[in-house]
């Protein structure tokens, strides 16, 4: 089996120093005026994450969509080259609550400055020519063999079956996975948006804006001390001492954030509204098919793990 090309370990030198330079200096006791910070709170999400991977699950589950696509393409006649996934353990670890912890508040903030610093130093993508329309046939499908799934809104989403995508996810999740991924994760837009609408969150929400106002970041909601950063990233970024600035800023914000969260209890908060919510909005034959899904899940990191294993004396 192809191996897949290396990952970057690390940033460049200079952007590593950079970053470096920009965590260095930051007093974080005391940040929110609430003493040492506080334990790592549970990591709440819709569906007790059927809908999530975690960064090395889905680097793994990745590499072996990559490497069961490449042949496909092959016995199609055309060039495929694996690509590493792009994306970072921040990206998409992060909460979608916007909750967060002391710990990755005072090494990383929110993650803006070191995803750009980490998105700037990526590979490019390789040369595959993916502008042929016979290599997009072989790797998307034709439209004879498309499918439609409905989701739980009544909206639809269509893939084809005969794509090297399609084939390389089904030999790697198993045949349904490509019918059930899609409504779990509506499932789970359904679930975040109900409980941003209960009295319960939204009580709490207030309680932490004034802790946010008290520590001198006043805020409306999670999200918005992270888009008041992310605005002014590209002006930054354009002058490394303004970069390095804005990610001290970033850090001293989250470390707050992520005490005010501790003081009010957000997260356990969200916890319990969020399972009131889900035996609310999520229906018998719904939840049959995040069980189904959530067992597939199962047994494919299962599998890759064994794979993994039974390639690792030859990489």
Not at 112 to 123: N, T
Not at 187 to 210: F, M, Q
Not at 222 to 229: C, H, K, N, S, V
Not at 288 to 295: D, K, L, M, S, Y
Request: charged content about 25%; glycine content about 8%; proline content about 7%.
């Amino acid at each position: 089996m192809s191996t897949l090309p290396a990952r970057r370990a690390a940033v460049p030198t200079a952007l590593a120093v950079l970053f470096a330079s920009v965590l260095a200096g930051c007093s974080l006791d005391g940040a929110a005026g609430q003493g040492p910070a506080a334990a790592e709170p549970p990591d709440v999400r819709p569906l007790s994450g059927a809908a999530s991977f975690s960064h090395a699950e889905a680097v793994r589950l990745h590499d072996l969509e990559e490497q069961a696509i490449a042949p496909c393409m092959a016995a199609r006649g055309q060039r495929y080259t694996p690509q590493p996934r792009v994306a970072s353990a921040r990206s998409e670890e992060t909460n979608p609550y916007g909750l967060l912890g002391p710990r990755k508040a005072a090494a990383d903030g929110y993650g803006i400055v070191g995803e750009y610093l980490y998105l700037r130093s990526s590979p490019p993508p390789s040369g595959d020519d993916s502008r042929a329309p016979a290599w997009r046939r072989a790797l998307t499908g034709t439209a004879k063999h498309r499918v439609s799934v409905r989701l739980p809104d009544g909206s639809r989403v269509e893939y084809s079956a005969d794509g090297c995508v399609a084939r390389a996810r089904a030999e790697v999740y198993g045949a349904d996975w490509d019918r059930t991924e899609p409504v779990v994760a509506a499932l789970s837009t359904r679930v975040l948006a109900a409980v941003e609408k209960d009295p319960d969150y939204r009580a709490a929400i207030r309680r932490w804006s004034a802790c946010m106002a008290e520590a001198g970041h006043p805020a409306a909601d999670p999200q918005a001390p992270r888009a008041r950063l992310n605005r002014r990233l590209a002006k930054a970024a354009a002058d490394p001492t303004s970069l390095r600035a804005l990610g001290r800023e970033e850090i001293r914000t989250a470390t707050a954030d992520a005490r005010c969260q501790a003081r009010v209890e957000l997260a356990e908060t969200i916890g319990g509204v969020q399972r009131s919510v889900e035996k609310r909005v999520i229906s018998a034959a719904e939840r049959g098919v995040v069980a189904r899904h959530v067992a597939a899940k199962r047994d494919v990191l299962k599998a890759s793990v064994s794979s993994g294993a039974s390639r690792s004396p030859g990489a």
